[in-house]
């Protein structure tokens, strides 16, 4: 897959702080969509999510000094979104916290695998190893993920079994 | 503006979100599409009180309510009608229309084609996800010939409604389709529609999760138009005959002057119409 | 017409000439008569012009229907007293509408045929004229210049005026008008050879003169709309509302407003939403077929308080109905045609001048009350042209209650004493909000709740209600124990009857309603103190107005219902013999 590799530290740390803040927006708003449906176990573990993606990117910004995030975009990765970012249309209106988290991991494993690639394709020193940082700590979160899933239920086979008809009126 | 000259500041996406939680069924393509329309009023910049969205019937119409602009949530497949009117007699607004399928190519056909037609400045956005969802699953005009449903059995068997090609025909001036499953994407081509003159059509492929499940597939069916925008009506007619449904990007981006109607600057005054009467 | 012979007429019937011009494929009666008025216009007099005609789209027979009076009129008469035809190709079928008594005149060509049994037979004198040849020995002329000047001569018009006429309007070059004036001349030498003389009643001469206007009731309510503040209008042509929207595209250009011709009533109706949505008062005109295709978009202006003018040009219906011809059969619909509870002001003007003020008025109170407003003109009014005394401007424009900018905690539906809450135009800032056709909270969110549909039902209802209408609702003539209540065209021949009735010493009250919804209840009782019989008249087959009286005021008395279909105009004589039976306790209704 190709990559555009930026060319300083501070356009790498912006756009890895601009993933951060795509992925904290994204549970943010999938929070909501699910608190509208009444599903609030689900809407509370994506504000969590939301939280902890907040916390990285107050991390970096905090690395660099930043009081701003400076301008800059997340690339798409894998499809026509950043890596960190979970799809819109994956949710389900009845979802267990189980396929929320399996949302989360393969976000996860996704972040580590586009850090990696950056990482080859990195022909400046400090992106390089900032990238490989980076490649490390979506290592250390894939695996709080996992140990995160294990503790929650597997849904029941009927999960997605609603017996009440869609309805719309208007 | 102030007196000291400082600009106000950039606008964000988050400006055009107004509080209230959408309705529609978590997975729906709405919802990106909704952040792809902020995004490009926030690229467009333009503050929300001078956008209006005009719209009809069915999910995608209940997008107004949604933003923080002026909102007109209009009846069912009127809202090109509504959106003339008012970008007539307020043509310094912003005006957007949004609907689905249903709304703008069924009950709204005749004024779809005399919108193109007519090419006032607006931006009409469809999120076509090819069935009525707000009747429970009916086929739409751009539903497949063959998909079961209750009210058309083994399917309607009729020949779908092609909205680039009719919009293109009918005097659109720019035509483009583009997937909910991009939202930068769709930000960027409603962006460019909006700033382009004249009658805009962006066809959106929003999938409806609930009574098109199998629409998650669109994400692998969509891909980047093979051809560059034109400008040429004729060439741009070649290219939509070969349209496989899936083309995503700007198909036509034409020359057509907007319509424009005079009004006489600086204006009579109403009593020099009596002249007329008198005997 | 001094102020001073006012007084004088007012007990009186108007006095002056009604002449009918007839003919067929082409011979232009249309055109004589309008020069005819014109002419008498500039002589002083006033007068009334109705065009009937057959179907075709060119050639086809047609007649002008004119009537000249030492007053405003807006009815025609019981009887004409010339019947001028060029030809009689198929004009028995105007025979219903062109009645002839003993004392009237017929000239027709007998190089064209004899007159028509149905009209031969009214014993009306004829008198042979031979107008084609008359009109062919003079190179370059039309046959009915000579007709024009015939007519003009037997009626008492000078035949200065007539050439006045004939020149103001000419658009077709200096030759083709000097043959056109010597056809002129000769027609009006010509009524000087008949033998014996023909006595007709003469065109009745102002003493004074006065700036009057001559104008079709469809061009007064374009012009009274936007001195009212309309500034777009939206509209598909149908009969017989077309030439309002043919005379409002330049006026509206001219003003700075602006006519855009939609793709159907649909398109229409939801394009005026959205321009007054935008802050623009806004208008379109129609008639019944497509009011009915309006009526969806209606209600979205009653739910989502858009302020809205449509007119409808009343014809006959139902359905494709009788498009050329009048009739009062829409009020039922105007009224109650919405579904779900939708309150919406409905009016009537009462005269050819009252359509500018009567329109007037429903732009400044459809934007004042921020709800829909239907006019019911009809063909009669909205065809006919008339001599009129300039419509005094009531002063009532647009003036529509906005909400400020960033008013803190703005709702858009918010609940008033008055029902009126504040509109926000877009472009102001801090107020921004979603109008809707669904129910909605105060605050303009969608809502389903029992609470808030109450609340806006009751604001909807209530800001129509409880606005103070003034006098202007009906008028209200004379004194008497009996009553007569009507609408719209059928005014001026009720007015006329009234007044030969009450000239035989029956005293009897008129009421023409103008402002139809809301009902005013109260207000219809006070006008009627005093009375103790009431009866209702219009046209229509289904006694609409009398069934919405009963059903929404207080009547006293057994009322009674003289009622009749279209496409005939009531007329001064048959209402005057109803009143007269009814008040003689014999029970009129037709």
């Excluded at chain 1, 975009?73 to 209106?93: K, L």
């Excluded at chain 2, 606008?11 to 599409?33: E, H, M, N, Q, R």
């Excluded at chain 3, 407003?373 to 008339?386: C, N, P, T, Y």
Aim: proline share 7%.
């Amino acid at each position: 897959m190709s990559i555009d590799v930026p060319q300083t530290l501070e356009a790498f740390m912006a756009q890895a702080l601009a993933m951060e803040h795509e992925a904290m927006q994204r549970y943010a708003e999938l929070a909501d969509v699910m608190e509208t449906h009444n599903n609030r176990e689900v809407a509370e573990l994506f504000r969590k999510m939301s939280a902890i993606e907040n916390r990285h990117a107050a991390q970096i910004m905090a690395e660099m000094g930043w009081k701003e995030p400076p301008p800059a975009s997340a690339p798409a990765w894998e499809g026509f979104e950043a890596a960190e970012t979970i799809a819109p249309d994956d949710v389900h209106y009845l979802m267990r916290p189980w396929h929320a988290l399996q949302l989360a991991l393969r976000a996860e494993e996704r972040a580590e695998r586009f850090f990696g690639r950056l990482a080859q394709a990195a022909t400046v020193d400090s992106v390089r190893k900032a990238a490989l940082e980076l490649q490390q700590e979506e290592r250390e979160h894939v695996e709080l993920v996992r140990a995160w899933l294990a503790k929650v239920p597997q849904p029941e086979p009927d999960w997605a079994v609603d017996p009440d008809p869609p309805r719309y009126d208007e | 503006m102030n007196d000291i000259g400082i600009q106000p500041a950039a606008l964000a996406p988050a400006d055009f979100k107004s509080a209230i939680k959408p309705i529609w069924c978590p997975g729906c393509g709405d919802y990106s599409v909704l952040s792809s329309i902020t995004k490009a009023l926030a690229m467009i910049g333009r503050p929300p009180h001078e956008v209006a969205i005009v719209s009809g019937i069915g999910c995608s119409s209940r997008i107004p309510a949604y933003t923080s602009c002026y909102g007109f949530h209009g009846v069912h497949g009127r809202a090109l009608a509504a959106a003339t009117g008012l970008k007539l007699a307020r043509p310094d607004l912003t005006v957007l229309v949004t609907g689905g399928d249903g709304d703008g190519y069924s009950i709204g056909g005749n004024h779809f084609l005399h919108a193109c037609r007519r090419n006032v400045d607006m931006t009409y956005i469809v999120m076509d996800n090819h069935v009525y969802g707000m009747t429970k699953g009916q086929p739409s005009p751009t539903t497949e010939p063959d998909w079961d449903s209750k009210l058309a059995p083994g399917g309607t068997k009729i020949r779908v409604f092609h909205p680039l090609v009719v919009a293109l025909a009918a005097g659109a001036n720019f035509v483009a389709r583009a997937f909910s499953g991009d939202p930068n994407g769709t930000a960027a081509l409603i962006a460019q529609a909006i700033r382009h003159p004249g009658f805009s059509f962006v066809e959106v492929l929003s999938p409806c999760v609930t009574f098109r499940p199998e629409q998650r597939d669109w994400k692998t069916q969509v891909h980047a138009s093979p051809v560059e925008e034109t400008d040429d009506p004729v060439r741009a007619a070649r290219r939509v005959m070969t349209d496989d449904g899936f083309n995503i990007g700007v198909l036509y981006a034409g020359n057509r002057a907007p319509y424009s109607p005079e009004r006489r600057t600086p204006p009579a005054a109403v009593a020099e119409l009596e002249a007329e009467f008198r005997v | 017409m001094g102020d001073d012979t006012d007084a004088a007429r007012a007990g009186s019937a108007p006095r002056g000439v009604s002449i009918a011009l007839a003919g067929s494929g082409g011979s232009g009666v249309m055109t004589a008569g309008t020069l005819l008025l014109s002419a008498a216009a500039k002589a002083g007099s006033y007068g009334l012009m109705v065009r009937t005609s057959g179907p075709q789209i060119r050639g086809g027979e047609a007649a002008a229907l004119v009537r000249l009076a030492d007053r405003p009129v807006d009815t025609l008469g019981d009887a004409f007293d010339l019947l001028l035809a060029i030809d009689w190709g198929n004009v028995n079928r105007f025979a219903d509408e062109i009645p002839l008594a003993a004392g009237s005149v017929i000239i027709g060509d007998l190089d064209e045929g004899e007159p028509p049994e149905v009209y031969a037979g009214t014993g009306a004198r004829f008198v042979a004229l031979p107008m084609k040849k008359m009109a062919k020995g003079i190179a370059g002329s039309w046959v009915n210049m000579i007709a024009l000047g015939l007519a003009g001569a037997l009626a008492g018009l000078p035949q200065s005026a007539l050439e006045d006429a004939v020149r103001a309007d000419w658009k077709r070059g200096e030759t083709a008008l000097a043959a056109n004036l010597a056809a002129l001349a000769a027609g009006y030498a010509a009524a000087g050879g008949i033998s014996p003389p023909l006595a007709l009643p003469q065109v009745p001469r102002g003493a004074k003169a006065r700036d009057r206007w001559l104008i079709s009731g469809n061009e007064a309510a374009g012009f009274g709309a936007i001195r009212g503040g309309v500034r777009f209008v939206a509209a598909y042509p149908i009969t017989p509302a077309t030439e309002m929207l043919e005379w409002m595209a330049p006026a509206l250009a001219r003003v700075g407003g602006t006519l855009l011709q939609a793709e159907d009533e649909l398109a229409s109706i939801n394009m005026i939403i959205g321009g007054a949505y935008g802050g623009v008062p806004s208008l379109t005109a129609t008639a019944g077929p497509g009011l009915a295709l309006m009526a969806e978009g209606i209600g979205l202006a009653v739910a989502s308080e858009t302020p809205v003018v449509v007119v409808d040009v009343m014809r006959g219906g139902p359905s494709t109905g009788i498009p050329a011809k009048s009739e009062q059969s829409d009020l039922s619909f105007a009224v109650s045609g919405l579904h779900g509870d939708a309150p919406r002001l409905v009016l009537a003007p009462t005269s050819i001048a009252d359509c500018a003020t009567t329109t007037q008025w429903a732009v400044h109170l459809a934007e004042a009350l921020q709800a829909p407003a239907i006019v019911l003109s009809d063909q009669f009014l909205g065809q006919s042209r008339a001599i009129i005394d300039p419509p005094a401007d009531p002063g009532l424009v647009a003036k529509r209650l906005v909400a400020e900018a960033n008013t803190p905690g703005y709702r858009r539906y918010r609940n008033t004493e008055s029902g009126i809450s504040p509109m926000a135009i877009p472009g102001t800032p801090g107020v921004t909000y979603t109008a809707d056709g669904l129910e909605h909270t105060e605050a303009a969110v969608p809502s389903s709740a029992a609470r808030d549909h109450r609340l806006q039902l009751d604001k909807r209802e209530r800001k129509l209600l409880a606005y103070d209408y003034g006098e202007r609702w009906a008028d209200i003539e004379g004194e008497g124990d009996a009553a007569v209540i009507t609408f719209g065209s059928t005014t001026a021949a009720v007015r006329e009857a009234v007044a030969r009735a009450r000239a035989q010493g029956h005293g009897i009250r008129l009421i023409a309603m103008r402002l139809l919804a809301p009902a005013q209840p109260e207000r219809l009782t006070a006008a009627l103190q005093g009375v103790r019989r009431v009866i209702v008249v219009e046209q229509n087959h289904g006694a609409q107005f009398y069934r919405y009286l009963r059903g929404h005021f207080e009547l006293p008395g057994r009322p009674a219902s003289y009622h009749r279909p279209g496409p005939l105009p009531l007329r001064p004589g048959e209402l005057h013999q109803a009143l007269v039976e009814w008040t003689n306790d014999r029970r009129a209704t037709a």
